[in-house]
């Protein structure tokens, strides 16, 4: 079966750090991407990652490891409008996304 | 970034009617485009999978006859809710690729049935 997991809740400092994990299994494997909601509006892209390793991009930055089924989003110097939602998604075969179910981040000053 | 368009942003029905969803990629074309459907503070259910000219596939436990899908070209692709009802009340999302991995999403549209 497909399963992708990410903690329900987070509460952060605005300008700390936070990392939010995901751990999936799938059938297929084209890539993980992460994702910003904010409520009641469409999901925006965050990241991808398709090989090992850190993918880093200015405030936010992403880690892959294939082999243990893990990824992480990591958010730096945290700011009031990253209260969100964040979604980890699997891309499986012929580019089908598979969404976790999200991590509400609350970040208070 | 592509840009997707989703309209309408947000609809009201009558139980029974049937409501149109379209999905339009502005400046890529879209080889396929997925449905999602979203409840509150739930994440994203894919319903379907649509590839230009083809039928759409669906996921397990998602009525094909209910949710009537159609990608008659690469820059559109439509959403149909027939015989809605109540529980159909949703936000339903459409995303996008074409040659860049990365999914692009529409707005979003919020079905509410009465």
């Known amino acids: 079966g497909q399963n992708i997991d990410q903690p329900t809740e987070m509460t952060a400092t605005e300008g700390a750090i936070v990392q939010i994990n995901c751990t999936y299994q799938?059938?297929?494997?084209?890539?993980l991407f992460w994702y910003q909601q904010h409520a009641g509006e469409a999901p925006t892209f965050l990241s991808y990652?398709?090989?090992?390793g850190l993918e880093e991009k200015g405030r936010f930055s992403s880690f892959l490891s294939r082999s243990k089924g893990y990824s992480y989003l990591l958010l730096k110097e945290l700011q009031m409008k990253d209260s969100a939602s964040y979604l980890c998604a699997v891309s499986g075969g012929y580019n089908k996304l598979i969404f976790g179910a999200g991590t509400r981040l609350a970040v208070h000053p | 970034g592509a840009v997707v368009s989703q309209h309408p942003s947000w609809v009201i029905c009558k139980s029974g009617t049937s409501v149109k969803i379209e999905c339009r990629s502005l400046d890529f074309q879209a080889t396929t485009m997925f449905w999602y459907r979203q409840f509150p503070k739930q994440s994203l259910m894919l319903m379907a999978t649509s590839n230009e000219g083809s039928k759409a596939t669906y996921e397990q436990g998602v009525e094909k006859d209910k949710f009537l899908i159609n990608h008659a070209s690469l820059t559109l692709s439509t959403l149909t809710v027939t015989s809605a009802h109540p529980e159909d009340s949703s936000f339903y999302i459409c995303s996008a690729t074409g040659e860049r991995t990365e999914a692009f999403f529409g707005q979003g549209t919020r079905l509410t049935v009465v």
């Open positions: 990652n398709v090989l090992d």
């Open positions: 799938t059938s297929g494997f084209n890539g």
